[in-house]
């Protein structure tokens, strides 16, 4: 959602009819980078949450190989 916004935003600054006045680009710019901020910040929570997953399925690989096979 936040991508599409970036791109709309962009869009808007740069297409044709009246020129956005220095006031008006300076607003869409900070605009845009608090999403990318944002969208940056996700991204690295994302990141985090799947090492961590990464880890836990590492160890509970690790205790199922520990567990004796049990025979039917």
């Known amino acids: 959602m936040r991508a599409i916004l970036l791109a709309a935003l962009i869009f808007l600054g740069g297409c044709g009819g009246p020129k956005l006045s ?9 605009i845009a980078s608090a999403e990318a901020h944002d969208a940056m910040s996700d991204s690295s929570k994302v990141s985090e949450l799947e090492g961590r997953i990464d880890d836990l399925e ?3 690989e690790e205790l199922e190989s520990r567990e004796p096979a049990q025979g039917y």
């Open 58 to 60: 590492a160890r509970l």
């Open 22 to 30: 220095d006031r008006q680009r300076d607003e869409v710019s900070d």
